[in-house]
């Protein structure tokens, strides 16, 4: 039998905002545990919420940029359960009157193709606390676990698509392109190993043709789109081994572990009553008027569609190139700062050698130990002719670590490229006349097969250089001479 998968995305967005939802208390990552958390955070008795305005902003400025209905009246519900890092045992959400409603997202594909995703709301809420867990938990381990309530108020939208995607590819190509719309927005920082963004994915399987959903799983706070592209085929192959031997999938709640790359039941799948939602007897409706939302979409900065677009037109760059480069706000911004000497040149660093090494290096760009001064500054040496492509290597892994500005590296390692065409020509008589063999065998050649015969004296006019002889010239003035000799 032929199956076909059924993916529905929330999505979870750790909005920028220097202070918390209902509270003053810092959002600034990184402190120490519980030192950011304060007594309204953790409803203690004799406090009451006051809601952040920029958070509403915020989830606004997502709701136009996807073209969404904005309820002009939001109000929250208490969704209530127990966990250790709730101490307030309800988190604080919205259900019957999301902030955002019905809009939608277009996706394109490997192939070009494109796809409408549709939304179905987005709602704002609070952010739990986090289970810290050291040691073993073996049997005779010394495991612990401690709660970090810094998190505790943080703001959330998440956002919750209608289940239109067929397979990671679509899945993926979903969350990349709501990662760059709050990053372009200024939303969210999208820094994902930071939890800034993490992805629920419902999963289910059904028969190819049959028009009824599947009994679907829900694999949980997902940090990676590699992790997710991962976690959604070891579950679709799960679901189809455990229909095809008989028998049926469970709804439930599951983990995937990136590490191990294995995924497992965490919980039995709830539904809405089981939380006995209420409203918020602490917060009163928020009332929008038309005039407060179309003063935020004059505010709308520009968006990846347009940025892709302008890419193409402003700097020549190609679909696949500009896709890519515009897909990051904090990419699209570091490239225009490294694109001042040559647009093309920066693309193919920032996509090639810089991109490699960040990921290699788990460093997002933002934090790139070579700025994109720095890198554009290296490309004007290179379109200068000071140095070469190989020199250019040397001089990026120089930048890296930490060695200054490609001009103080260039001086400091004597890397300028000899470009005089006397010194250059000076280089090929004495590799010529120092190799009669090459160049009998050369002469009798047949001309088909010379080409490939100059690497030979290429590499020790390089060599007698010491790699610093302008490669293009090298050519150039070589041919010219071995044709002289002919």
Same mark, same amino acid.
């Given at each position: 039998?032929?199956?076909?998968?059924?993916?529905?995305?929330?999505?979870?967005?750790?909005?920028? *905002?220097?202070?918390?939802?209902?509270?003053?208390?810092?959002?600034?990552?990184?402190?120490?545990?519980?030192?950011?958390?304060?007594?309204?955070?953790?409803?203690?008795?004799? *406090?009451?919420?006051?809601?952040?305005?920029?958070?509403?902003?915020?989830?606004?400025?997502?709701?136009?940029?996807?073209?969404?209905?904005?309820?002009?009246?939001?109000?929250?519900?208490?969704?209530?359960?127990?966990?250790?890092?709730?101490?307030?045992?309800?988190?604080? *959400?919205?259900?019957?009157?999301?902030?955002?409603?019905?809009?939608?997202?277009?996706?394109?594909?490997?192939?070009?193709?494109?796809? $409408?995703?549709?939304?179905?709301?987005?709602?704002?809420?609070?952010?739990? !606390?986090?289970?810290?867990?050291?040691? $073993?938990?073996?049997?005779?381990?010394?495991? &612990?676990?401690?709660?970090?309530?810094?998190?505790? !108020?943080?703001?959330?939208?998440?956002?919750? %698509?209608?289940?239109?995607?067929?397979?990671?590819?679509?899945?993926? /190509?979903?969350?990349?392109?709501?990662?760059?719309?709050?990053?372009?927005?200024?939303?969210?920082?999208?820094?994902?190993?930071?939890? $800034?963004?993490?992805?629920?994915?419902?999963?289910?399987?059904?028969?190819?043709? %049959?028009? $009824?959903?599947?009994?679907? @799983?829900?694999?949980?706070?997902?940090?990676?789109?590699?992790?997710?592209?991962?976690?959604?085929?070891?579950?679709?192959?799960?679901?189809?081994?455990?229909?095809?031997?008989? !028998?049926?999938?469970?709804?439930?709640?599951?983990?995937?572990?990136?590490?191990?790359?294995?995924?497992?039941?965490?919980?039995?799948?709830?539904?809405?009553?089981?939380?006995?939602?209420?409203?918020?007897?602490?917060?009163?409706?928020?009332?929008?008027?038309?005039?407060?939302?179309?003063?935020?979409?004059?505010?709308?900065?520009?968006?990846?569609?347009?940025?892709?677009?302008?890419?193409?037109?402003?700097?020549?760059?190609?679909?696949?190139?500009?896709?890519?480069?515009?897909?990051?706000?904090?990419?699209?911004?570091?490239?225009? @700062?490294?694109?001042?000497?040559?647009?093309?040149?920066?693309?193919?660093?920032?996509?090639?050698?810089?991109?490699?090494? #960040?990921?290699?290096?788990?460093? +997002?760009?933002?934090?790139?130990?070579? %700025?994109?001064?720095?890198?554009?500054?290296?490309? /004007?040496?290179?379109?200068?002719? @000071?140095?070469?492509?190989?020199? +250019?290597?040397?001089?990026?892994?120089?930048?890296?670590?930490?060695?200054?500005?490609?001009?103080?590296?260039?001086?400091?390692?004597?890397?300028?490229?000899?470009?005089?065409?006397?010194?250059?020509?000076?280089?090929?008589?004495?590799?010529?006349?120092? %190799?009669?063999?090459?160049?009998?065998?050369?002469?009798?050649?047949?001309?088909?097969?010379?080409?490939? &015969? #100059?690497?030979?004296?290429?590499?020790?006019?390089?060599?007698?250089?010491? !790699?610093?002889?302008?490669?293009?010239?090298?050519?150039?003035? #070589?041919?010219?001479?071995?044709?002289?000799?002919?």
């Amino acid at each position: 039998m032929q199956w076909e998968t059924v993916i529905g995305l929330e999505v979870h967005v750790q909005l920028a *905002t220097k202070s918390k939802i209902f509270s003053g208390a810092s959002t600034a990552f990184g402190a120490e545990p519980n030192t950011q958390a304060c007594a309204i955070d953790l409803a203690m008795p004799g *406090t009451l919420p006051v809601p952040n305005e920029q958070a509403f902003r915020d989830a606004i400025m997502f709701g136009l940029a996807i073209d969404a209905d904005i309820a002009h009246t939001s109000m929250f519900e208490r969704k209530n359960y127990f966990y250790p890092d709730l101490p307030k045992a309800y988190q604080t *959400t919205q259900l019957e009157k999301p902030i955002v409603g019905r809009g939608h997202v277009e996706i394109e594909l490997a192939d070009g193709s494109k796809k $409408s995703i549709r939304i179905h709301h987005a709602h704002l809420e609070e952010d739990a !606390g986090k289970s810290l867990h050291e040691g $073993s938990f073996e049997i005779h381990g010394h495991g &612990m676990s401690g709660i970090d309530l810094n998190r505790a !108020g943080t703001p959330l939208i998440e956002i919750v %698509s209608e289940p239109d995607m067929r397979g990671a590819e679509d899945a993926v /190509a979903f969350a990349r392109k709501l990662h760059s719309i709050v990053t372009s927005l200024g939303i969210c920082d999208g820094n994902m190993s930071q939890g $800034s963004m993490r992805f629920d994915v419902n999963i289910s399987v059904r028969p190819l043709g %049959s028009d $009824s959903f599947g009994t679907r @799983t829900e694999t949980k706070n997902l940090n990676s789109f590699k992790f997710m592209e991962e976690a959604i085929a070891l579950e679709v192959a799960r679901q189809i081994e455990v229909i095809e031997d008989g !028998g049926k999938v469970i709804q439930e709640t599951r983990l995937y572990n990136g590490d191990t790359k294995k995924a497992r039941a965490m919980r039995s799948k709830e539904e809405a009553n089981d939380y006995r939602y209420f409203p918020c007897p602490d917060l009163l409706p928020i009332v929008f008027d038309d005039d407060y939302i179309q003063a935020i979409r004059q505010t709308l900065p520009e968006l990846p569609d347009a940025r892709r677009d302008r890419f193409m037109d402003q700097y020549g760059l190609s679909h696949y190139d500009a896709n890519i480069l515009s897909g990051d706000a904090h990419v699209a911004r570091y490239f225009e @700062t490294a694109a001042g000497g040559d647009a093309k040149l920066a693309a193919n660093w920032i996509m090639g050698e810089l991109s490699a090494r #960040l990921n290699a290096e788990d460093i +997002a760009i933002q934090n790139c130990p070579v %700025s994109a001064e720095q890198l554009a500054g290296m490309i /004007a040496r290179l379109v200068d002719g @000071t140095i070469s492509s190989k020199m +250019a290597k040397e001089v990026f892994d120089a930048m890296w670590n930490g060695e200054g500005s490609a001009d103080d590296i260039i001086e400091a390692r004597g890397l300028k490229q000899v470009s005089d065409s006397g010194a250059i020509e000076a280089l090929v008589n004495e590799v010529i006349a120092n %190799s009669p063999q090459q160049l009998d065998n050369y002469r009798s050649a047949d001309e088909a097969k010379r080409p490939k &015969m #100059l690497g030979y004296f290429v590499g020790q006019i390089m060599k007698a250089s010491k !790699g610093q002889a302008n490669p293009q010239q090298v050519n150039e003035v #070589l041919l010219k001479k071995l044709n002289e000799l002919l």
